[in-house]
């Protein structure tokens, strides 16, 4: 991004707070809403980050706003944070290869399809909650998270389906160390806090490169 050819903007701008700015750029009181441009925000901030949530992993061009967002944290413009839209989508995401179009009948785990597995009570087979789980998810800080059951659970759950399919085991819990990540045993992780209060649970899911070759569309004009 270039730096504003104005001098005394160059020498104003640093000795401002960040909502001061925000009020002289749209001549706005602080009742309304501020607004301020990536360009402004890099220079004002030694370190910005860009939080991309639902709207943008709905939007019909995700793709190639994914590939734009990558570039700029890659370039060390701004850090980027996807908020995944529901519990254990991001964990979901990186273990599953998704279809690009949908062909034939549909199962979903809490959202519309022709069965659904619900822990809501409105689906054809409940499920458990999570507070009644015992297994893991992936938080927003990619970190593999234990989960203990809070509440008993008698019913079905998805190992009974995976037994059911040939894929025999004898809890859910038997699955954590196949998962992908590391081989780490599910009554191996560390669930946690210290004295000093530093929570240790889970481990890191380590960063994977992806080599494959990309192709930015042209941006549309607002």
Do not use: W
Not at 42 to 65: K, L, M, T, Y
Not at 133 to 147: A, M, Y
Not at 170 to 187: P, Q, R
């Amino acid at each position: 991004m270039s730096q504003s050819a104005d001098p005394i903007a160059s020498e104003i701008l640093p000795a401002m707070s960040k909502d001061e700015v925000l009020l002289l750029k749209n001549k706005a009181s602080p009742a309304q809403p501020p607004s301020i441009s990536i360009g402004d925000a890099v220079q004002i901030e030694s370190e910005v980050c860009n939080f991309i949530g639902e709207d943008v992993i709905n939007h019909p061009r995700a793709n190639n706003i994914a590939m734009i967002a990558g570039l700029l944290q890659k370039s060390g413009t701004f850090k980027v944070l996807i908020i995944p839209p529901v519990t254990n989508s991001l964990g979901v995401s990186l273990i599953c290869d998704l279809d690009e179009e949908e062909d034939g009948l549909s199962i979903g785990y809490n959202t519309t399809a022709d069965f659904v597995l619900s822990a809501k009570g409105d689906g054809n087979l409940d499920m458990p909650a999570l507070n009644q789980q015992e297994g893991t998810f992936v938080n927003i800080d990619k970190d593999l998270i234990p989960l203990n059951a809070g509440v008993a659970y008698t019913g079905y759950e998805l190992n009974d389906i995976a037994n059911a399919l040939g894929v025999e085991s004898k809890n859910i819990i038997d699955y954590t160390s196949e998962l992908g990540f590391k081989n780490v045993a599910f009554d191996d992780l560390e669930n946690s806090v210290d004295n000093s209060g530093n929570v240790k649970r889970g481990y890191k899911i380590e960063p994977t490169t992806n080599r494959k070759k990309t192709k930015i569309d042209e941006v549309d004009d607002l």
